[in-house]
């Protein structure tokens, strides 16, 4: 149980264009989910924290207006990049968790290449 | 500094070895998290622990909470377990967001 998927898997897209990214718990209801990014070698940084029918909490740094997020269901939280930028290549992963639980499940991420 | 930190950062071992993974943090913590990232990039939670000890299969965690150390072992080491390990920690203040703060990893190799 408590699986979490993501779509796509990869993505390749050009400089200027945006990109969703979805994030399912497939299983359980998520009432929160978490947005990372992870840069090669680098570790997970956290970009942002997304509680079921609210506005995302973006940590420092992040620009809201550039990575939008919207959870607007129990199962289904999204990440759009907006006019992305080569240095927006990355990986993204996203977690989630149920309610009153403090584990987190992860996807398995989702490349992204912007050329 | 990183309020978490791994050693060792690389680590290869031979089919069979046992093997230790070190974590320590600075700040007051409510859980510790030990994932394991295979190449290709999915992360699988290995374990979510709070205090003493937890076992599953060869794998088994500890962690001391007064010393803010946390160790993850390995028993008969397998190539399949060849991955990035990392910790990550809740803080007590988290609230009920649950946000981890991560370890930068340990690339672990075995060798056949």
């Known amino acids: 149980g408590a699986v979490v998927s993501q779509h796509p898997s990869w993505v390749i897209c050009k400089s200027g264009t945006s990109v969703k990214i979805e994030c399912r718990s497939l299983?359980?209801?998520?009432?929160?989910m978490f947005w990372y990014r992870q840069f090669p070698k680098q570790s997970l940084m956290l970009m942002a924290t997304?509680?079921?029918?609210?506005?995302?909490?973006?940590e420092q740094g992040v620009e809201k207006d550039k990575f939008l997020i919207n959870h607007a269901s129990l199962t289904l939280s999204t990440l759009t990049v907006t006019s992305a930028h080569p240095e927006d290549s990355s990986f993204y992963i996203c977690s989630a968790s149920a309610p009153g639980v403090s584990e987190q499940y992860f996807g398995p991420g989702t490349r992204l290449t912007v050329t | 500094k990183n309020e978490v930190e791994q050693s060792p950062q690389n680590l290869t071992a031979q089919e069979g070895e046992f093997i230790t993974i070190n974590c320590s943090y600075s700040?007051?913590?409510?859980?510790l998290h030990w994932l394991q990232q295979h190449p290709g990039g999915g992360i699988v939670s290995l374990f979510m622990l709070s205090s003493g000890k937890k076992k599953h299969g060869r794998l088994i965690a500890t962690i001391n909470i007064q010393e803010k150390h946390s160790s993850l072992h390995i028993t008969a080491s397998h190539p399949r377990d060849s991955a990035v390990y990392i910790c990550a920690v809740r803080s007590a203040s988290g609230g009920s967001n649950y946000k981890l703060t991560f370890g930068k990893g340990t690339l672990l190799t075995v060798n056949p």
């Open positions: 700040v007051g913590i409510s859980a």
């Open positions: 299983d359980f209801q998520a009432t929160t």
């Open positions: 997304s509680n079921e029918g609210s506005k995302a909490t973006y």
